[in-house]
């Protein structure tokens, strides 16, 4: 599983009615940190597909969701449950922090 890339107008299906916790990854491709912390979520995608969703938002090209929640600085991570923003983290944090707010969300990941 891999982030899915959402724009201004598919926000709303993707995020707001998605059942699943979302976590929403606000970037831009000029932004260096942004390209830090891509590879982290890529591999939490990896970690807690079926449970986690992961989306992208390039701030550069939907602006009215960016502005609409307030996004100044990015990366932003939101994560929304049931529709709702429930926490945040902005710039490029460590794995384990990310780890820790969606193990709290959503559980840890069990392994077999």
């Not at 929640?69 to 990015?74: K, M, N």
């Amino acid at each position: 599983m891999h982030p899915i890339e959402v724009s201004d107008t598919s926000f709303q299906r993707e995020v707001l009615e998605s059942p699943q916790l979302t976590v929403v990854d606000f970037w831009a491709p000029w932004c260096g940190p942004c390209r830090i912390i891509a590879p982290v979520v890529e591999q939490l995608a990896q970690e807690y597909a079926g449970r986690v969703k992961f989306v992208k938002v390039n701030t550069d090209e939907n602006f009215a969701t960016a502005s609409s929640y307030g996004i100044s600085g990015i990366p932003t991570l939101l994560f929304f449950k049931d529709g709702k923003p429930v926490d945040s983290v902005v710039g490029a944090v460590p794995k384990s922090i990310l780890k820790e707010k969606l193990d709290k969300l959503a559980g840890p990941v069990r392994s077999n």
